[in-house]
């Protein structure tokens, strides 16, 4: 009998204790483009798997599909995700339609400082309404458009006196876009070790918004403002203004003279093959395709260079950001999981360890290391880059105005359409009927 | 022998369905058994076809279920109408539709008048005919950006042997001019084998005896060609023409893989279009205007077109 009692309260105690466990772990799931920075987070987080007992499991979509397939999940409530991944333009409408969990709180019960992170990721990933401390995201992928070369074709003695002898100058990284564009028409056409070689990829992508984040990138340097600093959605005189102009005649200048043939559909991943592929001498891409270059049979050991998008002709630097932050979906029923992985990602060693890995740590403890710019042969441009981005509009109806700067863009840009003062007056039309569709104007 | 007979009738007959569910009468077990088809009809075609009518009434949006929806009468619907951009989308899916109709049923014809001559490996070449259209459009859509590539694609390479142009000076879905014939050539090849097979179903049906007759008459092959085949095969030529016409006024699939719409929005069809303004842009509203716009077109031109096609089948 008593042997029986001990025996009952054994199983009970085990009973009681694998129920424990099975409330304390809880499967997450973490959405986010298909692409190599989403590879390394699966790597890292096994080290939170191991620590919390959760379990993480990860929905990857790719990155043509991803605003699609991620907005639709959101829009509808959807349960899928606990934690999202998300663009930083969505940031507006995901905090203006309660798809995000607002992490103020969070941060200010666990020490989360947003002062330790990048000021541009914070307020490209996290903020809304902007420049206010209303926090949505905690900043997990820092990412910025720049450019990368071929630093052994710049490298090699006959291509550098043929270029002084057109140019006057020695082949160097170019620091204006007019220096660029030289560099793109010295190489385009050029036979280098027995191919024809051209001389930038640029973005040109049509369906999701590849165009203007390259067209943008060159914009911002010439003058281009989305609207009057003292009087919001003003947009007359400053998204059409004479700079701005000059700067997308540039860039279709930039694509007509110097691309490969057949480039008026590319985005990130056709720039990656057309630079690994030997096809061209510059390319703009964003960061994170950078440690990839490194690691290539073809471009890395040293062939590539990497430089911060060039000066406007007034001298203004600007660079487009990419970049997202991490955020607890509203809709999930395991926020408080969801939230302690985000408490885990934040550690100054986790952060470390991320940046070792590929993934572009925001936290200032890692960028301001004195080591880190000589982590990677990339590191310094890449602060270089972060301390000059801008972005696109990350209002709740980002994707109309995104969709009709796609078409303005393309329309003048590829297919060759009117005129730049043409695009951009359309767009300022555009652009006024959506905020006046939201009431803003 | 008639009381015999009258007694035995009732007893062979199937009894009254409704009798045997109690206080039913036939027309109520009539309406039981097509309940749930005509439910299904309701929930699946009707209800989304009212709700959507009602949707463009109003400026809702689905990214932004929490904000208050506005009553808009005509608003969205002027606007389509009165939007260039539309219009232009409309005029590149006009261009493709009727290319793709001309070049498809001239093809699609001929390769179904050669291949029902009786001839040694018929079969065989019926099969690799119709291979294209048993691919996936995104499949065809993305091994045919390849073929179009400037510098290795093989189209390309064809087009420079047989011209002597270089291959790379010219990119059949980058060219503003030539990207609306790059859509409209792989549709063609990818469909024209199915307007072949219809049309061979149909030159199959028309009788030998009517041939015969003719040959007794001293009728030449081209008079026979115009005045036998053609008539007889007309309706299902009609028929080909009228499938291919509603899949391709929604064709999305393959032109979206080609590309994307562009240069600029010159291959931007309407199913395009409206793809963007509903899930890029998430003006559902404006959208589902744009949808019923949509269907009233199809619709209309699709009811033209059987009225025709019956006239046709009753000559």
Redesign the interface.
């Given at each position: 009998m008593k042997t029986s009692h001990y025996l009952l309260a054994t199983a009970v105690t085990a009973l009681a204790g694998l129920g424990a466990t099975s409330a304390a772990a809880e499967d997450l799931t973490l959405c986010w483009a298909a692409w190599d920075p989403a590879n390394a987070l699966v790597q890292l987080s096994k080290d939170y798997e191991a620590q919390s007992g959760n379990t993480m499991n990860f929905e990857f979509v790719p990155w043509p599909n991803f605003?699609?397939r991620m907005?639709?999940e959101l829009?509808s409530g959807g349960q899928l995700c606990d934690l999202m991944i998300g663009d930083s333009q969505w940031i507006g409408?995901a905090a203006?339609?309660?798809h995000y969990l607002k992490m103020n709180d969070f941060f200010d019960a666990n020490g989360i400082k947003m002062s330790d992170f990048i000021d541009a990721t914070v307020t490209g990933y996290s903020e809304w309404p902007k420049n206010t401390p209303n926090y949505w995201a905690l900043p997990a992928f820092g990412d910025v458009v720049g450019w990368t070369y071929r630093k052994d074709w710049f490298e090699k003695p006959e291509i550098q006196a043929e270029f002084k002898e057109k140019y006057g100058r020695d082949l160097a990284v170019p620091e204006t876009f007019d220096a660029l564009k030289d560099i793109a028409e010295f190489f385009q056409g050029r036979e280098i070790d027995g191919n024809t070689v051209y001389g930038a990829s640029i973005y040109t992508?049509?369906?999701s918004e590849g165009i203007t984040m390259g067209a943008m990138d060159v914009l911002y340097s010439y003058g281009f403002l989305y609207e009057n600093p003292d009087q919001p959605y003003e947009m007359e005189g400053f998204v059409n203004s004479a700079g701005a102009v000059a700067g997308l005649e540039y860039y279709k200048a930039l694509y007509d003279c110097c691309t490969?043939?057949?480039?008026?559909?590319g985005y990130m991943s056709e720039g990656i093959d057309a630079f690994k592929s030997g096809q061209v001498a510059m390319q703009m891409n964003f960061a994170f395709t950078w440690p990839g270059f490194e690691s290539d049979a073809n471009v890395g050991g040293g062939k590539t260079g990497y430089f911060v998008n060039p000066k406007g002709p007034d001298g203004q630097q600007f660079a487009q950001l990419g970049g997202q932050g991490i955020s607890v979906v509203s809709y999930s029923s395991k926020q408080d999981a969801a939230l302690d992985y985000i408490k885990w990602f934040a550690q100054p060693e986790v952060q470390a360890k991320w940046w070792s890995m590929g993934g572009y740590s925001c936290l200032k403890a890692v960028t301001l290391d004195p080591n880190f710019p000589e982590s990677q042969p990339y590191a310094q441009t890449f602060l270089d880059s972060m301390a000059v981005v801008k972005d696109f509009w990350a209002e709740?109806s980002y994707?109309?105005l995104l969709?009709d700067t796609q078409?303005r863009f393309?329309?003048?840009v590829?297919?060759?359409?009117g005129t730049a003062q043409d695009a951009l007056d359309g767009l300022v039309r555009d652009w006024t009927e959506t905020f006046e569709?939201d009431g803003k104007l | 022998m008639t009381d015999e007979t009258t007694s035995r009738v009732p007893a062979s007959a199937p009894v009254r369905l409704g009798r045997k569910i109690k206080g039913l009468s036939d027309r109520s077990v009539a309406w039981l058994f097509i309940a749930p088809t005509i439910f299904l009809l309701l929930a699946i075609n009707i209800f989304p076809l009212i709700w959507t009518i009602r949707l463009s009434l109003t400026n809702f949006r689905a990214n932004r279920t929490s904000a208050d929806i506005e009553w808009v009468g005509l608003r969205n619907y002027r606007r389509i109408l009165t939007d260039p951009d539309i219009w232009n989308s409309m005029q590149a899916t006009a261009h493709f539709l009727i290319w793709t109709l001309v070049l498809q049923v001239l093809i699609g014809f001929t390769l179904a008048y050669l291949i029902n001559k009786k001839f040694r490996g018929n079969d065989m070449w019926t099969t690799i005919i119709v291979l294209p259209m048993m691919l996936s459009p995104a499949v065809v859509g993305n091994f045919w950006t390849f073929l179009y590539q400037p510098q290795i694609g093989l189209f390309n390479y064809v087009v420079g042997f047989l011209t002597g142009a270089d291959p790379s000076s010219f990119s059949m879905i980058g060219d503003v001019a030539l990207a609306p014939w790059a859509i409209v050539i792989v549709d063609t090849w990818m469909w024209t084998p199915f307007v072949m097979l219809i049309c061979l179903a149909g030159l199959r049906s028309i009788p030998e005896s009517i041939y015969e007759a003719a040959e007794c008459d001293r009728a030449s092959k081209w008079r026979q060609f115009w005045t036998i085949t053609i008539p007889m095969a007309l309706p299902f030529l009609m028929l080909a023409v009228l499938f291919r016409g509603i899949e391709n006024f929604k064709m999305f699939d393959l032109v979206v893989q080609l590309t994307g719409g562009g240069p600029g929005s010159i291959t931007e069809l309407t199913s395009i279009n409206l793809k963007r303004e509903a899930f890029e842009k998430w003006r559902t509203g404006y959208a589902s205007a744009y949808a019923v716009i949509l269907f009233v077109t199809v619709f209309g031109l699709a009811s033209i077109y059987v009225k025709a096609l019956n006239k046709v089948k009753e000559r």
């Open positions: 605003a699609d907005l639709n829009n409408g203006e339609n309660g992508e049509r369906g490969p043939p057949g480039s008026s559909n709740p994707a109309t969709q078409r393309h329309d003048y590829v297919a060759g359409n569709d | -």
